[in-house]
């Protein structure tokens, strides 16, 4: 299954790698994903590799190359369900076309088809968002969801939500980190986030803002379940 993980504030390049590694568990390993916030704009490298592959890969020069303007960033690594990972436009991060960015663990079907640029099902949970916001967003859809979403219209704040309450955050000096997987290495979770509830996260001064109380999405049972093996190498980057 899909992991997201991220963090606001200052934080070295190996605790990043070790939040992409711990986020790539046996299964997902279809592609890796990282966006970083810079304050102006917002810079993405993914690729359809697992996270060892993409750290060997540009990761390191591309990162490098930014470090002192990162503000925060969402990490993503993926176990593809709707979309070959071999097209990049599949893969986590997604950005819509007013710049908002979103990273989804889970599977969702929206009430609304919105034109999309991939075929992965996570992008229409994006245009929800971006079209209904925070709360009608989120309930125009089916399935289950834990998500990391930077709004064009609030581009400064990392706002999470988890249907079924599997998001931790973790607070230490300096840096706040968010995961839906186990973290070793960053101490003990402060909160834990509650299914159905948002909460932002102020990239300039890290403050938490709870968010409307959104309903459980409705489940699914998937009539196609498609699955996609990563056997390409292909990268794409935005600047």
Known sequence: MCNLAGWVGSIDRKHVESLLLQSCGTFNDDATGVALHLGSKISILK????ASQFIDGRWRKWY????????GGLIH?????NGSPKDNRNNHPHVSLQGSILVHKGIIQSETHYEA????????LLHALDAKGLKEGVASC??????AYISSKDPHKIWLYSSSGNIDL??????????????VGFGKPLIHLTAGQWIGISLSDRRFT???ETKLLQPIVPTYFSYFNNSGQNWNWYH
């Open 170 to 183: 973790y607070v230490n000096n300096g840096y706040t980190l968010f995961a839906t997987s186990i973290l």
């Open 47 to 50: 690729a359809p590799m697992s």
């Open 117 to 124: 640029k991939s075929a992965c099902d996570s992008e229409q």
């Open 142 to 147: 089916s399935g289950w969801a834990s998500i």
């Open 77 to 81: 690594t993926r176990l593809a369900t």
């Open 64 to 71: 490098g190359e930014k470090a002192s303007k990162v503000l």
């Open 210 to 212: 709870w968010g409307p």
